[in-house]
């Protein structure tokens, strides 16, 4: 481990007081309109004596709103006297971008889930990333992270873990993947997992799990509702929040190779032929992307490289070569 110098984040909160507390994460960033401005960073800290801590944060990538949705919500109305241990809220991570309502930072175009560890001297991401990377995550025994589609991607409402080396770990996250009680719950591979706050999580053997709950840079009504139910019914898991976990069924998915995803080829508008949540097999054509330049061209076809269920889509009706086009997973049982 290089020898870091201290974050240049300041929490308004104490995490060791008791009761609820709202502050901010204070990072100073010097600008055009601030000369000693500062980022602030929404925090609530609510705790009542020993027990685990959670740490839930939506907000990852900043045109996602399940999460925010949900953690402001529960920052609200999480009474401690139905607390045992501590619950850390961040509801918008990357708070530049959610207040951008981009995937990514305005100010450095940091994508927050390929900057960690971080650095205390880097951009206003990284500075943030390293917060979390050294103050927050090491704190948590369980973490609990929000994604959906953003802008450019729909997804069916999962929550998800990932396969991993300590077995034991992955018991114990997908024992709250099944808490979460999302309509699909994922064993779940990533494209790229090289600065993710996911693998931080996973490599310093904390409890994590993640969701894509839709998107299209917007929220339903159903899915704030499973971001809700879940959040509360990880907590009750975890023995931090009262009361039973309300469970509802779930259809388990896994994703097993690269085989899962399929990128567009060419610029154009795409056509998707089969919905989120049909089945479909192996060469299956799953969308279609056409020419819009002039007429008479044929479409590009993406046929499925698996047999299964239609799990992500693209999600504007106009594609660029190398977009995630259409995302399959396996059913399980
Ligand atoms: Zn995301």
Request: charged fraction near 25%; hydrophobic fraction near 40%; proline fraction near 7%.
């Amino acid at each position: 481990m290089p020898n870091l110098r201290p974050s240049p984040i300041t929490p308004t909160v104490d995490f060791d007081a008791e009761g609820v507390q709202h502050g901010f994460l204070r990072l100073p960033y010097s600008r055009d309109d601030s000369a000693w401005g500062s980022v602030m960073i929404p925090i609530c800290v609510i705790r009542n004596g020993e027990g685990p801590t959670a740490l839930l944060t939506g907000g990852n990538h900043g045109d996602e709103y399940e999460g925010p949705l949900a953690l402001y919500d529960l920052a609200r109305t999480l009474d401690p006297k139905d607390v045992s241990g501590t619950v850390i809220i961040v509801p918008a991570m990357n708070y530049p971008a959610f207040r951008a309502g981009t995937r990514t930072s305005p100010i450095d175009k940091g994508n927050m889930n390929r900057s960690f560890p971080g650095r205390p001297d880097g951009t206003v991401t990284e500075k943030i990333a390293d917060y979390f990377q050294r103050h927050l995550l090491p704190r948590a025994d369980i973490v609990l992270d929000f994604h959906s589609g953003g802008k450019t991607l729909d997804f069916l409402p999962f929550c998800a873990a990932h396969v991993l080396p300590d077995k034991e770990q992955e018991r114990k996250a997908f024992a709250a993947v099944a808490a979460f009680s999302a309509p699909y719950s994922m064993r779940m591979i990533e494209i790229d997992t090289v600065g993710m706050y996911d693998t931080a999580a996973e490599e310093m053997g904390k409890v994590f799990v993640t969701t894509e709950l839709g998107g299209g840079g917007t929220s339903r009504a159903e899915t704030v509702r499973i971001a809700r139910r879940g959040t509360l019914n990880v907590l009750r898991h975890a023995g931090i929040v009262s009361g039973a976990v309300e469970t509802q069924p779930t259809r388990w998915l896994d994703m097993p190779s690269g085989d899962c995803f399929s990128f567009a080829e060419d610029d154009g508008m795409i056509e998707t032929v089969v919905d989120l949540g049909e089945s479909v097999e192996k060469g299956t054509v799953v969308a279609r992307i056409h020419p819009v330049g002039r007429t008479g061209g044929a479409p590009q076809e993406i046929r499925a490289k698996m047999a299964g269920v239609l799990t992500a889509r693209h999600f504007p009706g106009l594609v660029k070569a190398g977009d995630c086009a259409a995302v399959l997973a396996l059913v399980e049982g």
